[in-house]
């Protein structure tokens, strides 16, 4: 069975840095073919994706916040760590870790990857504020 | 900030067919599979269908998925109330080179 944990603040200042650990087990992320995604929701809103990190070390970023993104790993411990810059209240939401398994498929002659989020941590809200 | 275009809601009478759709464009749903998630209020979305039309195990045969060119639908057959969710699409987009998600669909049993 695999389950998923955030842990961090509840509860920044802006301009700080926000340090969010998701801890996993069920799955190691040394096996071919494991990620670990972020995903955050502000209250009452859509889902956004922040980033992604994979078994060989490739690591993915949503273009509007790659430059306050860095996701790391740290496969000895099963846990994943997403830190986030210059914190805003617009950065107040839930932050969720999930397990993303990726897979591949011809289209054609075209090699495309198939990736979706299962399952996905309980989430932890993070509130910015003075 | 979301790529993909949902209705803000459906709804539906217990046993009535509901379908939602998904509107993207060639980057992502043209070129990738969709997947949708369900999310209760105050908990965490569920995959509910992966690949454009595969159910997880557990996930009841009602729910269904399609693609058809730069859109995608999810059917809820035969409708209950615990259906009452909200309901995601999800793909990846190539130029984006990241996973973009729907606005998200309020789906009511009246």
């Known amino acids: 069975q695999i389950t998923l944990k955030e842990s961090g603040p509840t509860l920044v200042k802006p301009t700080q840095t926000l340090t969010l650990t998701c801890t996993f087990s069920?799955?190691?992320?040394?096996?071919?073919?494991?990620?670990v995604g972020w995903i955050r929701q502000p209250p009452g809103k859509a889902l956004e994706w922040l980033a992604l990190i994979y078994w060989d070390d490739d690591e993915r970023y949503s273009p509007s916040l790659k430059s306050r993104l860095t996701i790391t790993k740290d496969t000895s411990k099963n846990q994943v760590v997403l830190t986030m810059t210059n914190m805003d209240p617009v950065d107040t939401a839930t932050y969720y870790c999930?397990?993303?398994?990726?897979?591949?498929?011809?289209?054609?002659?075209?090699?495309?990857?198939?990736?979706?989020?299962?399952?996905w941590g309980q989430g932890t809200l993070v509130t910015v504020s003075s | 900030q979301s790529v993909l275009t949902q209705p803000p809601s459906a709804s539906g009478t217990p046993g009535q067919r509901v379908t939602i759709s998904c509107s993207g464009s060639?980057?992502?749903?043209?070129?990738?599979?969709v997947n949708w998630y369900q999310q209760f209020p105050g908990t965490a979305p569920k995959l509910l269908i992966y690949s454009n039309n595969q159910r997880p195990s557990g996930v009841p045969d009602r729910f269904s998925g399609s693609k058809s060119g730069t859109s995608a639908s999810l059917a809820i057959s035969g409708l209950q109330s615990e259906d009452e969710a909200d309901y995601y699409c999800a793909a990846w987009d190539d130029s984006l080179n990241g996973q973009v998600f729907g606005t998200g669909t309020k789906v009511t049993v009246l």
């Open positions: 060639s980057s992502n749903i043209g070129s990738n599979t």
């Open positions: 069920g799955f190691s992320l040394s096996t071919s073919g494991v990620g």
């Open positions: 999930a397990h993303s398994p990726i897979t591949y498929y011809f289209d054609g002659n075209t090699l495309r990857s198939d990736n979706w989020f299962d399952p």
